[in-house]
């Protein structure tokens, strides 16, 4: 999976493929030193700030016609404190590096999400999670922060130090100020088996809150015009390790989940009709597997099919209705979904704009191939979504604005205080913000 790419007369085009921008210019800061005087600079020259780090939300969340931020040479792992269990890592540093570099000091994060392409701030920021029975999102992990304000300052904030700051920076949507290092919670590297196992809709929503209970971390995904589904358990072992073979794991992971089902998507593009035949066969090709790994090569895969996403946050009570009524809409509509469904849930968290802040949550995200229209898919699914109280993941399509999420989040007008308090002027300011925070 690639990052940002750049186009033709200095545009910058998202991993989906669906945000185009083309800023004024470009910074590439060597230090936050750099990084602050560069903010300053935008401040004198009347420009906007945003920061863009892999690319990979699809909401034009970090773009600018301003100056655009790139974050590449801020890289790389500070301080690891053994005492306090904690790792203080550049905001410009890629999940993937991260990971790789915990496990070799026998070190790891408690949680994470299916990829790590994406850079340690964007990902904490737009409020990117995994899926959990106890353990929350990355940024539910994050015991201090540094970002640089409006006004070229470098504040640092925790539990213990701006806690105000810290208590709404941690998602903070790009809209206080630069993030530049993360401090996030580790514990030493742990086991844990996966279980992959393919099973009916039926039966995971008649079970749904046993296999929530019974497992650490359990999702499933749902294929579209089929009663199928393919289940993942994830929990702790003793071990020993007993990772994916080399062969099969190329087979399942690369030829099949990638190869395959690429193929599949080209053949659903051009021709829709076929799509619910090719869900039907797709659905039942990964047989059941069992393996035992360090934590980020269980809980993340490779992900080379490019797609545009929408993923809503339910109230965990309501997530069997509303996939019920999101599987019925599918059967009656026409739409021909040539993308799995997928299904994680999260605790309860105490971050003021985390999809799951103050209630525990159920996650449902609707997918479709890059270059396949999904605008009707997606307008039904958000119908149905927002009528059960769904907040959107911030760095996934979705059309809510901040009326609307002033009445989802208790604590929206907490958030927006600070935001006028930190940058009264609106450096960071794009047209993301203004909708979904108000002018």
Known sequence: MSSTASGKNGTWRNWGGNVTVRPAREVVPASVDELAAAVRQAAEDGLKVKAVGSGHSFTAIAA???VSVRPQLLTGIRDIDRKAMTVTVEAGTPLKRLNVALAREGLSLTNMGDIMEQTVSGATSTGTHGTGRESASLAAQIRELELVTADGSVLTCSEKENPEVFAAARVGLGALGIVTAITFAVEP?????AREEPMPLDRVLAEFDQLRTENEHFEFYWFPHTGNTNTKRNNRSAGPPQPVGQLAGWFEDEFLSNGVFHAAQ?????VP????TVARISSTALS??????IPYKVFTSPRRVRFVE????VPREALVDTLRELKAMVDRSGLRVNFPVEVRTAPADDIALSTASARDSAYIAVHMFRGTPYQAYFTAAERIFT???GRPHWGKVHTRDADYFAGLYPRFGEFTALRDRLD?????????LRRVLGP
């Open 64 to 66: 600018t016609d301003g």
């Open 189 to 193: 590297v742990f086991l844990l088996t």
């Open 266 to 270: 080209l053949l659903g593009r051009a």
């Open 273 to 276: 009709a076929v799509v619910p």
């Open 288 to 293: 059941a597997r069992s393996y035992t790994d």
């Open 310 to 313: 929408m993923e809503y946050a």
């Open 387 to 389: 009528a059960h109280e």
């Open 424 to 432: 009264p002027d609106r450096l960071f300011q794009n047209d993301y």
